[in-house]
């Protein structure tokens, strides 16, 4: 799905509401992230370990946080969904399997709601509409564990990588980095979010965006809650005894521009791909399962389960039903207005005709 500019300008008055999740093991930068993204402490730095724990595997823990922003007059209600315990134990399975469980309860939420025959007013939509993978640092390529992340990741939510903490690369080092998980991410088949666009189809303007946004991938992250002096101005980054480096400063960090994509050019249309790609494949597999009677996962259901989700398929098959009554009713409608403005128009043609008639025989007279 190409990204439309026209996207941007929709709900401005009421704003927008925008789900991202960030993904990423312990001391990738991903609580600094969200702390600059949102210009305030939304996330707590993680506490030191105590080594006398550090056997102990905690697991992942799934924690949405809501924060209001202003984006040049625009309100946006952001819900940050952040997974600290990620990537810190010996056997990452859960973490996956807890991570995808979580996209899909917000999947199963809307689906249930939009087969209810009446609507809950105050239902709110929690579906994720991006996910930040942070990569370490490493220099070297995707490990194993990036691979197996994005590629189960992928199919339920805009996975978008980025490379935390990128100040501990050099710039080509970095350089050469980033080169090498797109070739992983290529080799791999791994469906990430690439600033889609069409080039017969889309302006030269988002065409030109949409080209230099996808050429910096994965985007190179640099967060700091910091203050620093450079050349007189005050700025967001952090010293170092051999120079500074500034979040916003685009030959230093992609953070501006991935900022921009989430929160400005690009939001509408994560959350359009969302809605109109992957929750709707989400939602045919679901009812598909349903109809031919599950696989063996869904063998585990109990009755009650089995009993609702049969319930949600006949309320789904009814309100299809009535949709197609009423686009009869409409057509119906707009035949007979159409017959009626024919029959007004000879009508007139005939009254018109007789009055020439009449003004004719006058004459003649």
């Known amino acids: 799905m190409a990204h439309r500019l026209g996207g941007r300008r929709k709900n401005v008055k009421k704003g927008f509401q925008f789900t991202l ?61 952040d997974t600290p315990g990620f990537g810190d134990n010996i056997d990452n399975e859960k973490c996956f399997q807890e991570i995808v469980g979580y996209l899909e309860r917000q999947y199963d939420d809307i689906l249930a709601e939009e087969s209810r025959i009446k609507r809950n007013p105050r239902f709110r939509d929690n579906r994720v509409h991006a996910l930040l993978y942070f990569i370490s640092p490493t220099g070297h390529a995707l490990r194993e564990i990036d691979i197996e992340l994005m590629r189960r990741l992928s199919p339920r939510v805009n996975v978008i990588p980025v490379v935390g903490r990128a100040d501990s690369l050099t710039p080509q080092e970095l350089k050469d980095f980033k080169r090498r998980i797109m070739e992983d991410i290529e080799h791999y088949s791994i469906r990430i979010y690439n600033f889609p666009y069409d080039v017969e189809e889309d302006d030269e303007d988002t065409i030109e965006e949409n080209s230099e946004l996808r050429a910096l991938l994965p985007f190179s992250i640099i967060g700091s809650d910091e203050e620093i002096t450079v050349n007189g101005r005050s700025v967001r980054g952090r010293q170092y005894p051999w120079g500074a480096v500034e979040v916003d400063n685009p030959q230093h960090s992609d953070f501006a521009r991935l900022r ?68 009869i009713e ?36």
């Open 260 to 327: 921009s994509a989430l929160l400005s050019s690009h939001l509408q249309d994560l959350k359009e791909i969302t809605h109109d790609i992957l929750y709707e494949n989400y939602r045919t597999e679901k009812l598909s399962r349903t109809v031919n009677g599950g696989d063996q996962d869904d063998a585990s259901l109990d009755a009650d389960d089995m009993a609702g989700q049969s319930v949600r398929l006949k309320e789904e098959h009814l309100r299809k039903e009535e949709e197609k009554l009423r686009e």
């Open 330 to 365: 409409l057509k119906v409608q707009r035949e007979i207005q159409e017959k009626r403005a024919e029959l007004m128009n000879k009508e007139e043609a005939l009254r018109s005709l007789e009055a020439r008639l009449s003004q004719a025989q006058l004459t003649d007279a």
């Open 21 to 81: 999740m960030v993904v990423g093991a312990s001391g990738t930068g991903r609580t600094t992230f969200v702390n600059t993204l949102c210009d305030s402490s939304v996330l707590s730095k993680k506490i030191c370990d105590n080594p006398e724990e550090a056997h102990n595997e905690e697991g992942i823990t799934i924690k949405p946080v809501s924060v209001e922003l202003d984006e040049d007059g625009v309100r946006i209600s952001l819900t940050i969904v």
